[in-house]
Protein backbone atom coordinates (compact mmCIF):
# COMPACT_ATOMS: atom_id res chain seq x y z
CA UNK A 1 0.00 0.00 0.00
CA UNK A 2 1.71 3.61 -0.97
CA UNK A 3 2.32 5.86 2.02
CA UNK A 4 0.05 8.46 1.12
CA UNK A 5 -2.87 5.94 1.05
CA UNK A 6 -1.42 4.65 4.41
CA UNK A 7 -1.24 7.82 5.92
CA UNK A 8 -4.90 8.22 4.81
CA UNK A 9 -6.30 5.39 5.87
CA UNK A 10 -4.49 5.96 9.44
CA UNK A 11 -6.30 9.59 9.33
CA UNK A 12 -9.66 8.33 8.69
CA UNK A 13 -8.78 5.58 11.68
CA UNK A 14 -8.67 8.40 14.11
CA UNK A 15 -11.13 10.66 12.65
CA UNK A 16 -9.11 13.03 11.96
CA UNK A 17 -10.18 13.61 7.85
CA UNK A 18 -13.95 12.23 7.23
CA UNK A 19 -14.73 15.08 4.84
CA UNK A 20 -18.15 12.95 3.50
CA UNK A 21 -19.61 12.06 7.23
CA UNK A 22 -21.55 14.77 8.02
CA UNK A 23 -20.94 14.44 12.14
CA UNK A 24 -17.23 14.95 11.04
CA UNK A 25 -18.08 18.77 9.42
CA UNK A 26 -20.01 19.25 12.27
CA UNK A 27 -17.49 18.62 14.85
CA UNK A 28 -14.84 20.71 13.01
CA UNK A 29 -17.37 23.56 12.24
CA UNK A 30 -18.05 24.04 16.27
CA UNK A 31 -14.43 23.58 16.70
CA UNK A 32 -13.40 26.40 15.11
CA UNK A 33 -16.22 28.31 16.51
CA UNK A 34 -15.42 27.39 20.13
CA UNK A 35 -11.53 27.78 19.12
CA UNK A 36 -12.38 31.48 18.18
CA UNK A 37 -14.29 31.85 21.34
CA UNK A 38 -11.34 30.89 23.47
CA UNK A 39 -8.82 32.99 22.18
CA UNK A 40 -11.13 36.29 22.33
CA UNK A 41 -11.71 35.43 25.78
CA UNK A 42 -8.05 34.83 26.93
CA UNK A 43 -7.09 38.14 25.00
CA UNK A 44 -9.77 39.71 26.64
CA UNK A 45 -8.52 38.14 29.99
CA UNK A 46 -5.07 39.58 29.48
CA UNK A 47 -6.14 42.85 28.36
CA UNK A 48 -4.92 42.52 24.53
CA UNK A 49 -6.17 43.76 21.11
CA UNK A 50 -9.25 44.93 23.25
CA UNK A 51 -10.93 46.30 19.98
CA UNK A 52 -10.65 43.06 18.43
CA UNK A 53 -12.12 41.17 21.19
CA UNK A 54 -16.02 41.90 19.96
CA UNK A 55 -15.14 41.07 16.58
CA UNK A 56 -13.34 37.39 17.02
CA UNK A 57 -16.74 36.92 19.46
CA UNK A 58 -18.60 37.75 16.81
CA UNK A 59 -16.65 35.86 14.18
CA UNK A 60 -16.70 32.84 16.64
CA UNK A 61 -20.79 32.60 16.54
CA UNK A 62 -21.11 32.27 13.18
CA UNK A 63 -19.72 28.37 12.56
CA UNK A 64 -21.51 28.01 16.07
CA UNK A 65 -24.88 28.62 13.96
CA UNK A 66 -23.50 26.80 10.76
CA UNK A 67 -22.79 23.82 12.82
CA UNK A 68 -26.29 23.73 14.90
CA UNK A 69 -27.73 23.96 11.84
CA UNK A 70 -26.19 20.99 10.20
CA UNK A 71 -26.94 19.28 13.61
CA UNK A 72 -30.78 20.35 13.06
CA UNK A 73 -30.90 19.49 9.72
CA UNK A 74 -29.52 15.79 10.52
CA UNK A 75 -32.16 15.46 13.16
CA UNK A 76 -35.02 16.79 10.75
CA UNK A 77 -33.76 14.34 8.33
CA UNK A 78 -33.34 11.13 10.63
CA UNK A 79 -36.02 8.94 9.76
CA UNK A 80 -37.64 11.29 7.45
CA UNK A 81 -41.87 10.16 7.72
CA UNK A 82 -44.21 12.45 5.90
CA UNK A 83 -47.33 12.86 7.02
CA UNK A 84 -48.65 9.84 5.36
CA UNK A 85 -46.62 7.84 6.91
CA UNK A 86 -44.53 6.96 3.69
CA UNK A 87 -40.96 7.86 2.85
CA UNK A 88 -41.08 9.18 -0.95
CA UNK A 89 -37.88 9.35 -2.92
CA UNK A 90 -35.37 11.64 -1.19
CA UNK A 91 -37.40 13.37 1.04
CA UNK A 92 -35.53 16.16 3.27
CA UNK A 93 -36.63 18.90 5.84
CA UNK A 94 -34.68 21.92 6.00
CA UNK A 95 -35.63 22.51 9.34
CA UNK A 96 -38.14 19.83 10.73
CA UNK A 97 -40.92 19.64 13.27
CA UNK A 98 -40.59 16.92 15.96
CA UNK A 99 -41.52 18.25 19.45
CA UNK A 100 -41.63 14.82 20.62
CA UNK A 101 -38.42 14.08 19.58
CA UNK A 102 -35.53 14.56 22.41
CA UNK A 103 -32.99 14.47 20.01
CA UNK A 104 -34.34 17.27 17.28
CA UNK A 105 -35.68 19.69 20.65
CA UNK A 106 -32.09 19.59 21.62
CA UNK A 107 -30.89 20.75 18.30
CA UNK A 108 -33.54 23.09 17.96
CA UNK A 109 -33.37 25.00 21.10
CA UNK A 110 -29.56 25.13 20.11
CA UNK A 111 -29.63 26.43 16.64
CA UNK A 112 -32.09 29.11 18.10
CA UNK A 113 -29.13 30.19 20.30
CA UNK A 114 -26.05 30.48 18.42
CA UNK A 115 -28.67 33.14 16.38
CA UNK A 116 -29.09 34.79 19.53
CA UNK A 117 -25.51 34.83 19.80
CA UNK A 118 -24.81 35.88 16.54
CA UNK A 119 -27.22 39.14 17.48
CA UNK A 120 -25.75 39.71 21.16
CA UNK A 121 -21.90 39.35 19.60
CA UNK A 122 -22.66 41.59 16.72
CA UNK A 123 -24.40 44.23 18.89
CA UNK A 124 -21.66 44.49 21.65
CA UNK A 125 -19.43 45.85 18.35
CA UNK A 126 -21.69 48.90 18.46
CA UNK A 127 -19.92 51.57 19.75
CA UNK A 128 -21.09 54.15 22.52
CA UNK A 129 -23.78 51.98 24.24
CA UNK A 130 -25.27 53.06 27.46
CA UNK A 131 -25.84 50.67 29.99
CA UNK A 132 -29.47 49.93 29.28
CA UNK A 133 -28.88 49.69 25.51
CA UNK A 134 -25.97 47.14 26.18
CA UNK A 135 -28.73 44.79 28.45
CA UNK A 136 -31.58 45.20 25.54
CA UNK A 137 -29.00 44.61 22.54
CA UNK A 138 -26.30 42.72 24.04
CA UNK A 139 -27.07 41.05 27.27
CA UNK A 140 -30.87 39.91 26.72
CA UNK A 141 -30.09 38.13 23.95
CA UNK A 142 -27.00 36.93 25.63
CA UNK A 143 -29.34 35.52 28.52
CA UNK A 144 -31.91 33.51 26.86
CA UNK A 145 -28.92 31.87 23.96
CA UNK A 146 -27.66 30.66 27.19
CA UNK A 147 -30.47 29.36 28.15
CA UNK A 148 -31.71 27.54 25.38
CA UNK A 149 -28.15 25.99 25.11
CA UNK A 150 -28.26 24.80 28.89
CA UNK A 151 -31.08 23.37 27.70
CA UNK A 152 -30.00 22.26 24.43
CA UNK A 153 -27.17 20.33 26.36
CA UNK A 154 -29.19 19.09 29.24
CA UNK A 155 -31.58 17.46 26.37
CA UNK A 156 -28.96 15.85 24.09
CA UNK A 157 -27.52 14.48 27.77
CA UNK A 158 -30.83 12.61 28.49
CA UNK A 159 -31.07 11.35 24.86
CA UNK A 160 -27.30 9.79 25.41
CA UNK A 161 -28.10 8.33 28.83
CA UNK A 162 -31.25 7.61 28.54
CA UNK A 163 -32.01 8.68 32.02
CA UNK A 164 -32.26 12.29 33.84
CA UNK A 165 -28.79 11.37 35.33
CA UNK A 166 -26.25 8.96 33.46
CA UNK A 167 -23.05 8.14 34.33
CA UNK A 168 -21.07 6.38 31.68
CA UNK A 169 -17.36 6.91 31.32
CA UNK A 170 -16.48 4.39 28.53
CA UNK A 171 -19.18 5.74 26.30
CA UNK A 172 -17.89 8.42 24.31
CA UNK A 173 -21.02 9.88 23.22
CA UNK A 174 -21.27 10.22 26.72
CA UNK A 175 -18.52 12.38 27.61
CA UNK A 176 -19.39 14.57 24.18
CA UNK A 177 -22.55 15.24 25.98
CA UNK A 178 -21.41 15.80 29.18
CA UNK A 179 -18.87 17.97 28.11
CA UNK A 180 -20.94 20.03 26.04
CA UNK A 181 -22.98 20.43 29.06
CA UNK A 182 -20.68 21.93 30.72
CA UNK A 183 -19.72 24.24 28.33
CA UNK A 184 -23.14 25.33 28.39
CA UNK A 185 -23.12 25.70 32.74
CA UNK A 186 -20.20 28.05 31.65
CA UNK A 187 -21.70 30.28 29.19
CA UNK A 188 -24.62 30.18 31.62
CA UNK A 189 -22.95 31.39 34.11
CA UNK A 190 -20.92 34.24 31.93
CA UNK A 191 -24.00 35.61 30.89
CA UNK A 192 -25.57 36.26 34.57
CA UNK A 193 -22.45 37.72 35.59
CA UNK A 194 -22.01 40.03 32.75
CA UNK A 195 -25.64 41.50 33.55
CA UNK A 196 -25.37 45.77 32.75
CA UNK A 197 -26.32 47.69 35.75
CA UNK A 198 -26.38 51.84 35.86
CA UNK A 199 -22.78 51.60 38.22
CA UNK A 200 -20.32 50.55 36.86
CA UNK A 201 -19.29 47.00 36.84
CA UNK A 202 -16.64 45.68 39.35
CA UNK A 203 -13.38 44.30 37.63
CA UNK A 204 -13.93 40.74 39.74
CA UNK A 205 -17.13 40.22 37.84
CA UNK A 206 -16.07 41.35 34.44
CA UNK A 207 -13.05 38.78 35.03
CA UNK A 208 -15.98 36.47 35.99
CA UNK A 209 -17.74 36.26 33.21
CA UNK A 210 -14.54 36.47 30.57
CA UNK A 211 -13.51 33.22 33.11
CA UNK A 212 -16.74 31.49 32.54
CA UNK A 213 -16.89 32.03 28.69
CA UNK A 214 -13.49 30.22 28.45
CA UNK A 215 -14.17 27.71 30.14
CA UNK A 216 -17.39 26.87 28.35
CA UNK A 217 -15.81 27.23 25.05
CA UNK A 218 -12.32 25.29 25.83
CA UNK A 219 -15.23 22.22 27.03
CA UNK A 220 -17.17 23.68 23.51
CA UNK A 221 -13.91 22.67 21.54
CA UNK A 222 -13.17 19.20 23.40
CA UNK A 223 -16.86 17.95 22.52
CA UNK A 224 -16.56 19.11 18.86
CA UNK A 225 -12.98 17.66 18.72
CA UNK A 226 -14.09 14.13 20.49
CA UNK A 227 -16.91 14.08 17.81
CA UNK A 228 -14.18 13.63 15.60
CA UNK A 229 -13.21 10.32 16.83
CA UNK A 230 -16.96 9.15 17.19
CA UNK A 231 -17.53 9.75 13.34
CA UNK A 232 -15.09 7.38 12.36
CA UNK A 233 -16.66 4.78 14.53
CA UNK A 234 -20.24 5.16 12.94
CA UNK A 235 -19.07 5.14 9.86
CA UNK A 236 -16.92 1.76 10.30
Same mark, same amino acid.
Given at each position: ???????????????? =?? &??????????????????? %????????????????????????????????? /???????????????????????????? &??????????????????????????????????? /????? =???????????? #????????? #?????????????????????????????? %???????????? %? &???????????? /?????????????? &????????
Amino acid at each position: MPLGTKLLARLISHGV =WL &PRDLNWWIGVVFAIGAALF %SIASILSLLDIAVDAVNVIYFLGSIPFTFAAYL /QLYQAANADPLPSNGKVVGNYRSYLGWK &PRDIGWLSCAFQFVGTVLFNINTFDAMLPLLSWFE /QDLLV =WIPNIVGSILFL #VSGYLAFIE #VGHAYWAWKPRDLSWWITFTNFLGCVGFMI %SAVLAIGLPVPA %S &PLRITLSVAFTL /QGAICFCLGALLML &PEASHVSD
